[in-house]
Antibody, heavy 122, light 107 residues
Framework: QVQLQESGPGLVNPSETLSLTCTVS????????CSWIRQPPGKQLEWVGY???????NYNPSLKSRVTIWIDTSKNQFSLTLNSVTAADTAFYYC????????????????WGQGTLVTVSS | SSELTQDSAVSVALGQTVRITCQGD??????ASWYQQKPGQAPILLFY???NRPSGIPDRFSGSTSGKTASLTITGALAEDEADYYC??????????FGGGTKLTVL
């Protein structure tokens, strides 16, 4: 059974870069999309972006200028960086496997990591 | 970009049926997926596409779509179903968007 686990600093200074890694176990990330989703405490989910196993990316337009997702299939890991962070970037960050079936016009996130809280504060 | 609109809160009596809705123009072109999130936990996938329920999800959870409205129906709600529910779909620019979430209270 595929499992995902986020790792990275829980505290980031304003204006600096947030970096997180998602490690996938129990299966390969080949042929799937690897996605990041975030959720400010007490607020709604927000899709951040995804990367395919071939390295193609798709980002939330509201974050596109600051976000990068990359993948290391040899390590079964994918990573997120978010530049120039502010307090508004304080959130639980989740990684999730994403499957997209274009002919069937559907996509879904499953499974999810447990999430990690990143606080932006000096 | 597209938006998905959900009622912020819905309540249901124990054992009764409740429908949680998600509205957006993108739902005319792409199916929704649905997630349940309990306090302090990560979301889990409940239903996706036209008629797909992951293994391990009780069959009291079902989904449907009509026009620009996707619905998640819980038939015979249990106390353990009290949670936040989110829909997600692809919008016209090929990015993905979540609804604002619905807090379900089981009375």
């Amino acid at each position: 059974q595929v499992q995902l686990q986020e790792s990275g600093p829980g505290l980031v200074n304003p204006s600096e870069t947030l970096s997180l890694t998602c490690t996938v176990s129990g299966g390969s990330i080949n042929s799937d999309y690897c996605s990041w989703i975030r959720q400010p405490p007490g607020k709604q989910l927000e899709w951040v972006g995804y990367i395919s196993d071939s390295g193609s990316t798709n980002y939330n337009p509201s974050l596109k200028s600051r976000v990068t997702i990359w993948i290391d299939t040899s390590k079964n890991q994918f990573s997120l960086t978010l530049n120039s962070v502010t307090a508004a970037d304080t959130a639980f960050y989740y990684c999730a496997r994403m499957i997209i079936n274009v002919p069937a016009k559907m996509g879904w996130f499953d499974p999810w990591g447990q999430g990690t809280l990143v606080t932006v504060s000096s | 970009s597209s938006e998905l609109t959900q009622d912020s809160a819905v309540s249901v009596a124990l054992g009764q049926t409740v429908r949680i809705t998600c509205q957006g123009d993108s739902l005319r072109r792409y199916f929704a997926s649905w997630y349940q999130q309990k306090p302090g936990q990560a979301p889990i996938l409940l239903f996706y596409g036209r008629n797909n329920r992951p293994s391990g999800i009780p069959d009291r959870f079902s989904g449907s779509t009509s026009g620009k409205t996707a619905s998640l129906t819980i038939t015979g709600a249990l106390a353990e179903d009290e949670a936040d529910y989110y829909c997600n779909s692809r919008d016209s620019s090929a990015t993905w968007v979540f609804g604002g979430g619905t807090k379900l209270t089981v009375l």
